[in-house]
């Protein structure tokens, strides 16, 4: 069955009916799609929607909806990624690569060492809008019933006043973790029972000193400093890795 996405504010519940716009032309054009054929609708909110085609035009598709399903594509461990701002385009290919892994939530962070900034002006909005808009084509391409959220930046002190907001919370420092005794995978065996989990990665240049003795003075007992083993990753590899990790771990790939 064809899916596609339609925003939540196009489902009427009331009138068990839906509006398709950004799909349209592809429903009517591309794949000649005909009244009372079966597709599959997911509004990003974690729900999908079993529908029929009643009618079609160029710019918007209306559907009768059959059955409304909670989705069962959707990982239960909401993992939220603190990702220190990198240079260039690279925070578009690590939200894409974190949607299609099940990330739930991807927050810049305004980091000692990072290099590019996203300020909180319109050029900064039109950004974070880009990447919202990034997330939303890679959780269509790979079934995602819920489109993670990319929020405005935040700076590292707020990451840390707000870590006990999770089950867990870990932060990736090529400086600890290489003798084994701080691996991801142990700490997450520790903590099996974690259902919110919030993973720090730094910028190119990595984590200071400074940043990280201030999240080791975290005294809340679900904050580590971990490594994901001898080599040093790319800003752009290391919170995929962890993801996967954490997904494997979880048993939710």
């Known amino acids: ?117 996203i300020r909180s002006d319109k050029k900064g909005i039109q950004k974070i809008e880009r990447l919202n808009k990034i997330s939303k084509e890679a959780a269509k391409q790979c079934g995602r019933g819920l489109v993670p959220e990319v929020l405005m930046p935040v700076s590292f002190s707020e990451v840390v006043s707000c870590s006990n907001d999770y089950d867990l919370c870990v932060m990736l420092y090529e400086e600890f973790g290489h003798d084994g005794k701080k691996n991801l995978k142990e700490i997450l065996k520790q903590h099996m029972s974690a259902e919110n989990i919030a993973v720090i990665i730094g910028p190119e240049g990595g984590i200071s000193k400074e940043e990280a003795d201030e999240f080791a003075g975290i ?30 771990e979880k048993d939710e790939i």
């Open 1 to 117: 069955m064809r899916r596609f996405f339609t925003e939540p504010q196009n489902v009427d519940r009331e009138t068990q009916t839906l509006i398709i716009y950004e799909d349209a032309s592809h429903i009517s054009k591309v794949l000649r799609m005909e009244r009372g054929d079966k597709i599959l609708i997911f509004d990003g909110s974690g729900y999908e929607y079993e529908a029929v085609l009643t009618d079609i035009a160029k710019d918007y598709s209306r559907c009768k909806i059959v059955a409304e399903i909670e989705s069962k594509l959707e990982p239960r461990t909401k993992v939220t990624l603190y990702q220190g701002i990198p240079k260039s385009d690279k925070l578009g290919v690590i939200v894409q690569k974190a949607v299609e892994l099940g990330v739930y939530r991807v927050v810049p962070v305004s980091m000692s060492r990072s290099v590019a900034k």
């Open 219 to 248: 005294d809340t007992g679900n904050a580590y400093t971990v490594g994901l083993g001898s080599r040093i990753l790319r800003t752009e590899t290391a919170g995929s890795t962890a993801l996967s990790i954490i997904m494997y």
